[in-house]
């Protein structure tokens, strides 16, 4: 039997014994909300299930889908909040296609919406290295501090330690100090005024490497409401939402929080090992202030819905919960990887783009919604001809 059937006929058992597990808890006078958290145990456990019965656990290929390049979006459309939302039912699977500026009609009152604030760094520096005048390329990762960033570079064989390049007419000029096992380099940075200040006039954004055209305004790729900077790519979910969006839906009764997590260029590593369980996640920092905390746990508390803004958000939230699904105010590195089988501790719905075919951020939203019915919702993305990645159409999970 092959691996589909097999997950097919499996997941038919499973559903079966959801539905018998459900009937069978009306007949005892067990309260409907604990046969739903019965049932949802079993629905996100099928993946482990079905892993531990048939040994076969879930592959890389299992996630890939055809997707035409052109329809990867290249620019942002000119309104925020115009772009297409296609909206899944997790449980069944159906779908709708609606815009983003709808989104408000499948809010309610007492839910908090989880926006991750972290702004993106203009951190591709273009320069020459010194002496020789090569061109290279720097992009920023990650402050290690006292001027030190950890470092992409190209060409990689010509910025060996101790090379020096500058950048501009010399108002920032760096050295390698040292190359790290992964190719990654530190880098040294020297340069007069504020750091932030230099890096604003000489770099440039780094957008994915499937955008190929110049971005002509970088504020559109940032959100809204971005704050923190550290981002090496931006939190895209969050790219729909316009001031006045942002203020509706409060005036709703729903709650905003923010999170923050630096976003890496991890994101968007391929996953290259047969096995989803054999991958390496990146880490990432990621922030939980009290105040958002202490919405999260209200909101469970009153029978609300945590909906997650973009898989930046949500694996926040998901990786600094208690088990019980209880927040405190934290800060630290993640690299918590969510793929079908996981149960989520906090997040009830999520906001989200449209994602590469076996990232692990498909693994992540079918995670929430089940594989196939994310895969069957993408091949109606597709053929209805949304715009995908970054600057493409939006899902709301729910």
């Keep these: 039997m092959s691996h589909s059937s097999d997950y097919k006929l499996l997941k038919t058992i499973i559903m079966f014994t959801c539905g018998f597990a459900a009937a069978f808890g009306a007949f005892r006078g067990v309260r409907p ?53 296609l909206v899944l039912d997790k449980e069944t699977g159906a779908t709708e296609h609606r815009h983003f500026f709808d989104l408000p009609e499948y809010l309610r009152p007492g839910d908090c919406l989880i926006l991750n604030n972290s702004r993106v760094l203009p951190a591709r520096l273009l320069g020459h290295r010194v002496p020789g005048g090569g061109v290279c390329e720097i992009l920023l990762l990650i402050d290690r501090g006292s001027n030190v960033w950890e470092c992409l570079v190209r060409p990689g064989k010509k910025l060996r330690t101790g090379a020096k390049v500058t950048f501009g007419d010399g108002e920032l000029t760096a050295e390698i100090a040292e ?62 939402f316009t001031p006045e969006l942002l203020e509706r839906v409060q005036q709703m009764g729903v709650k905003v929080g923010y999170v ?37 746990n209200e909101t469970k508390r009153s029978g609300g819905r945590v909906i997650c803004v973009g898989t930046t958000s949500c694996r926040t939230v998901e990786s600094q919960a208690a088990e019980d699904g209880t927040m405190r105010a934290s800060a630290g590195w993640t690299d918590i990887f969510i793929y079908p089988g996981y149960r989520f501790k906090v997040m009830d719905a999520l906001v989200t783009n449209f994602h590469l ?42």
Excluded at 36 to 61: A, D, F, Q, S, W
Excluded at 273 to 296: G, K, N, R
Aim: proline share 7%; aromatic share 10%; glycine share 6%.
């Design 357 to 398: 075919p076996e990232s692990t951020l498909i693994m992540l939203v079918s995670a929430l919604a089940g594989r196939e019915h994310v895969l069957s919702a993408y091949k109606e993305a597709v053929e209805q001809r949304y715009r995908f990645f970054s600057f493409g159409d939006a899902m709301f999970i729910h």
């Design 179 to 240: 190359e790290l096992p992964d190719g990654n380099r530190l880098v040294r940075f020297s340069y007069e005024g504020i750091f932030l200040e230099v890096l604003d006039w000489l770099g440039k954004m780094p957008l994915p490497p499937y955008i190929k055209e110049e971005l002509q305004d970088r504020e559109r790729y940032q959100t809204v409401y971005s704050k923190v900077n550290g981002s090496a790519a931006a939190p895209t979910a969050g790219l729909h």
């Design 33 to 85: 909300q604990k046969v739903v958290e019965r049932r949802e145990i079993l629905y996100y456990n099928k993946t482990l299930l079905y892993e531990r019965m048939c040994g076969m656990p879930m592959k890389t290929h299992d996630f890939y889908f055809d997707l035409p390049p052109e329809l990867i979006a290249q620019t942002p459309i000119p309104r925020r909040d115009a772009s297409r939302l």
């Design 260 to 296: 923050t997590l630096h976003v890496g260029l991890g994101t968007f590593r391929p996953v290259k090992e047969e096995e989803i369980t054999d991958h390496a996640m990146h880490s990432e920092y990621c922030v939980i202030p009290q105040e958002t905390a202490d919405l999260i």
